[in-house]
């Protein structure tokens, strides 16, 4: 079953002919993922790798293959207007894959698609995968395998280190989700804690957070009230240096440090565990399913 | 990208904000035509740096009289503050301050919306007053349709406890305050104190504005503050900027490079987990090229810090062969004489491995691994 994109996802790329596009459209493709359709203003009418059609727009490419998945990879300059297309187009999800995009765009862009009733994972995150069922996003195929633990994440690269550590112990992964760095995202933690905590393939929960903000506080909040599945957490940054301040509004909206050992506090005091190393999580979840 | 202090009043008098009459001056020479320019027997000298706690540390003073002003100039230009040199300072008629308030905007990740915050309680200690008396903050968000609208600052006044004259006039400077976050990209405008004057005025005291580095783009008059602030940075770290990779330098010796700022952040924390200290902090970012990686190799074969280089890549976009082929290339064009531990999975993994071996380099398969090796050899390489 997974969350969110599964063997029933039929996905759109915008910017398929591109350089980052192209690339992952194949890759994708050669995971199982439907990719039913490329969008390219200027180029509809041609195919992607001879297989697959692209439109000029969002509509037609909806209107003729039915999609209900989209994944733009769209140079940040362009990246609001594409994201909006997709939004405007009608379909129930669209990842944003694109670094960079100022946050009065992505504020667009969220607000458009809460209106809309539409889903929306990032900006400036590695996609969505179900293993064995579908990939949308850039993921190396080979760290995930189909498995029972659900990973929600702030980072990319990491997360793509705790899943093949997930892989490696046998437990493997319902769906791994990251949810983006940048200061506003279309789907946060909490989000994805609800998906999971009702999404019958998923036993455990492995969320992944960062020094900065208080994401990690407020989903601690969450999995105290609303999460039975047990839920181990692990926070980059315990190490970094203080980092340089950004004036005093950053820490007075929070009213948290934003540290590794403030977030562990609050990940702790709600009943999540939190590990100190990477190999620390499979043991982890292990031993919380046997107890 | 962070803007000074008078860098900050200039936008402020433009879009509306009263700020004190000042001037900056690079000279302490020329402090004393200020003085008398200014025409106030009282002014404030303030250091012109970007870090946060400059009143604390020393960088804020007072002077009466010409000579006083041009020997508190001289102190301040050129001294360091808290690790920042001051090439300038901001003089200023000093204000007599009836009350500090606070106003900022910055953006809620939890709300996903600006935040305008405001408080009777402004000045130093705002954070504390966050902590202690979280009623004294108000705080309003911004509707993304309605944006900022200026009843909403006379609003925020009212709750804070103003009237009269003051909330209409702190309406105004809330309502162009918000015009500048928006007209700048802004990830963070803010005046603390905001001063209410003995006569009635309120006044942006001090001014911070910092600029959303990914909006940068379409504010090209900001273009030559980028080439300056570039000049700022040491060597390395400005090879660094150039080719758009986040290098952080800290006091260790294990040289650290990975793909991804959380997986290098765990790697830093892992390495401190086994015992070892890390020299810096370099992500090489996603989907970099062999030639890239080799130049960001070169940054750490020159830190001198660095005796030896700690890999860390699961590549994604990234491909492991190309770092393994960077790795080569340092080590053949380079001459790099580090020894290297290298950690490599993901795409191309296999290829990656193999060029490494057929070149005489040993790689791991688990980042716990290799930096229990990395830390190991920073240990027998001290000895």
Known sequence: MAILIGKESRVIVQNITGREGSFHAKQMLSYGTHIVAGVNPGKGGTKFLDQVPVYDTMQEALRETGANTSIGFVPAAFAKDAALEAVESGVALTVLITEHIPPFDTWKIVNYALRKGVRVIGPNCPGLISPGEAKVGIMPSSVFSPGKVGVVSRSGTLTYEVAFQLTKSGLGESTVVGIGGDPIVGTGFIEILELFEKDIETEAIVLIGEIGGDAEEKAAEYIRRNVRKPVVAYIAGRTAPPGKRMGHAGAIVSGSEGTAEAKTRALESAGAKVAQTPDQIPKMIEYSLRH | ?383
């Open chain 2, 1 to 383: 990208m962070k803007l000074f202090e008078y860098e900050v009043k200039e936008i402020f008098r433009n879009e509306g904000v009263p700020t004190p009459a000042g001037k900056v001056i690079t000279d302490p020479k020329q402090a004393a035509a200020v003085y008398s320019e200014l025409g106030s027997s009282s002014v404030v000298v303030k250091a012109q740096v970007l870090v946060g706690g400059r009143g604390k540390a020393g960088g804020i003073k007072f002077a009466t009289s010409t000579q006083e002003a041009e020997s508190v100039s001289s102190e301040l230009i050129g001294s360091s503050i808290k690790g920042e040199v001051a090439k300038s300072v901001l003089i200023e008629p000093k204000l007599n301050i009836k009350q500090e308030l606070y106003l900022g905007i910055t953006w809620d990740r939890g709300e996903r919306s600006p935040v305008v915050i405001a408080s009777s309680k402004g000045g130093v200690n705002i954070e504390e007053v966050a902590q202690t008396q979280p009623e004294a903050i108000k705080k309003i968000h911004v509707d993304p349709q309605l944006r900022f609208e200026p009843f909403m600052g006379r609003k925020l006044a009212a709750e804070i406890g103003l009237n009269g004259v003051l909330l209409q006039k702190f309406g105004e400077i809330a309502t162009h305050l918000y015009t500048i976050f928006e007209k700048y990209d802004a990830e963070l405008v803010e005046s603390n104190p905001l001063a209410i004057t003995k006569d009635g005025e309120i006044i942006a005291a001090d001014a911070r504005l910092n600029i959303v580095d990914d909006a940068l783009f379409r504010h090209k008059s900001f273009d030559s503050k980028t080439l300056e602030r570039l000049a700022e940075l040491s060597m390395l770290e400005r090879k660094a900027k150039q080719l758009g990779v986040q290098y952080v330098e800290l006091d260790g010796s294990i040289g650290i490079i990975g793909n991804g700022a959380g997986l290098t952040m765990a790697t830093l924390d892992l390495v401190k987990f086994y015992g070892g200290e890390p020299a810096n902090f370099l992500d090489a970012g996603g989907g970099s090229s062999e030639e890239e990686f080799t130049q960001a190799l070169g940054i750490l074969n020159e830190n001198p810090r660095v005796k030896l280089i700690f890999v860390n890549i699961l590549a994604g976009i990234t491909r492991c062969d190309d770092v393994a082929r960077a790795v080569v290339n340092a080590k053949k064009n380079l001459g790099m004489t580090k020894p290297f531990v290298i950690r490599l999975a993901g795409t191309n993994e296999v290829e990656g491995r193999r060029i490494l071996s057929e070149n005489g380099f040993k790689s791991y398969s688990a980042m716990e691994e290799a930096a229990k090796e990395a830390v190991r050899m920073a240990e027998q390489l001290s000895r």
